[in-house]
């Protein structure tokens, strides 16, 4: 038996590219009317945007940024976190998340996540707490809801702000309740690969309207508020810069991407629930660790689709693995290598990879699999085929 890795035949032809962003017509006449207004920059179709994510996450106010990045960073600024601040992150996420906390002057205090949902704990929390610590940062990894109904509370008790990370949970919900709802403040990504695509961009919602505001002014040099419309047809105002701010709000021709894709998150999600059902079924045979059940009363947003690699069963590494896809036209992403693994948290805050068994164990093992709205059910079937066919090859 030979694999495309030995010369033999693809399973397809063309690459199947991970994490293609599903872009129909509207988002693209809607980027041509704001090239044609002559409006590109911050204006009203970033606030239309804005109105309408606040809806769909029932949260009280929303600002639009160019990242989650900056959505992380600003919040934290907005939240009073800086020098000499502790904020507690997972181990098991990307490395804006950590990196917003250093930005913002404060140290990121790194824990292990559970095995099976990937996320961060309330234990796990319980036992990183400090006098220092200001706030923690739950990553609902995957589109997976973190156990929000007794993070909060635990953060209350030890009087911690909540700021999440829902860079891949923009549809989730956690018992009943809408991700972007529920804690302080909330941060979405719309970069290229996310839920939502607007090329970059970001939004926080909070129930803080001065953090709001907050971030707003800061997004936009520390000027006061309104800034954007000073060239707009009431004529021109005088600002005042209220602090040394940065430069992250979200243009217009982004927004025009989001307002078009926002209503059909739904749909978009019910097609990558239906593949998500076909892998399972596919893959339940395999030596894999499929991803958990989800938890009754919880909305997934299946961003992610993640095998875990039974490496005991296999005569390959899991980059030898993904290698082999790749060479079948199947490309797939690893989400992530724990920050405890990468060089520069490892050595600054002196991280060693036995005190994150679980973060480590997934960092070894982790491939995701191409998971959007745009797939056909031949490119389905095409991944499906390739990975029987690796695993086929590599078995032990
Ligand atoms: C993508 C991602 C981010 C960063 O989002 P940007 O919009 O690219 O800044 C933050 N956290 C997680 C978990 C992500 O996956």
Known sequence: MTIAYDNAPPVREHYLVFGSPM??????????????????????????????????????????????????????LAAGIGPGDEVIVPSMTFCATANAVIHAGARPVFVDVDRET????????????TERTKAVIPVHMA?????????????????????????????AGCQGRKIGSISDATCFSFYVTKNLVTGEGGMVTTRHRDWAEKVQMLALHGLSRGAWRRYSDEGFRHYQVLAPGYKANMMDLQAAMGLHQLPRLERYLQRRRQIWERYNAAFADLPVHLPAPVRAGDVHARH?????????????????FMQALHQENIGTGIHFIGLHLHPYYRD?????????????????????????????DRDVDDVIEAVHKVFRYYRR
């Not at 693209?28 to 945007?49: C, H, M, N, Q, Y």
């Not at 993640?306 to 899991?318: G, K, Q, V």
């Not at 973060?359 to 056909?376: G, K, N, Q």
Request: a negative charge; charged letters at 25%.
């Open 143 to 171: 589109g997976r809801p973190c156990e929000m109904e007794r993070i909060v509370p635990l953060a209350r008790a030890h009087g911690l702000v909540v700021i999440e990370d829902a860079a891949h949970a923009i549809e």
């Open 23 to 76: 872009i129909e017509q509207a988002e693209i006449d809607e980027v041509v009317d704001s090239l044609r207004s002559g409006w590109i920059g911050t204006g009203p179709k970033v606030a239309r945007f804005e109105d309408m994510f606040r809806t769909y996450t029932r949260s009280d106010h929303a600002v639009a940024l160019h990242s989650c990045t900056a959505a992380l960073h600003l919040t934290m």
């Open 348 to 376: 600054t805050y002196g991280l060693d990879a036995s005190d994150f068994p679980h973060a480590t164990w997934i960092s070894e093992r982790t491939l995701s699999l191409p998971l959007s709205a745009r797939l056909a």
């Open 118 to 129: 990937m996320n961060m704990t309330p234990a796990s929390i319980e036992q990183a707490v």
């Open 304 to 320: 992610l689709y993640t095998l875990l690699l039974d490496l005991d069963a296999l005569r390959c590494s899991r980059d030898q």
